[in-house]
């Protein structure tokens, strides 16, 4: 089992960033790919970023590219989104995910998620 908890959302406007975190529990953290996902109102989740066990290797939407960042300290048990040049689209509870293995799966554990607005 591993618990997620994520922390740092909050209103922001255009323009502005914000770095989420994630804390993790349980099971090693480092044998865990870890994820970041994002649900907009009336909208489907959808995949964000994603790092590998060792942090070496990430992956992106292309619609975060350039903007958001993801990395992890092992030492600390904790993945970080850094979310830069925020746009209004970008609003949506952001949720952590720990994948069994690599990110080419789906994710198997999941945080309770985390808002962040942003406003024009």
């Known amino acids: 089992q591993v618990q997620l908890v994520e922390s740092g959302g909050g209103l922001v406007q255009a323009g502005g960033s914000l770095r989420l975190s994630c804390a993790a529990s349980g099971r090693t953290f480092s044998r865990n790919a870890m994820g970041w996902f994002r649900q907009a109102p009336g909208k489907e989740r959808e995949f964000v970023a994603a790092?590998?066990?060792?942090?070496?290797?990430?992956s992106y939407a292309d619609s975060v590219k350039g903007r958001f960042t993801i990395s992890r300290n092992n030492a600390k048990n904790t993945v970080y989104l850094q979310m830069n040049s925020l746009k209004p689209g970008d609003t949506a509870v952001y949720y952590c995910?720990?994948?069994?293995?690599?990110?080419?799966?789906?994710?198997?554990?999941w945080g309770q998620g985390t808002q962040v607005t942003v406003s024009s």
């Open positions: 790092v590998s066990r060792s942090g070496t290797s990430t």
């Open positions: 995910a720990a994948y069994i293995g690599s990110y080419s799966t789906s994710p198997t554990y």
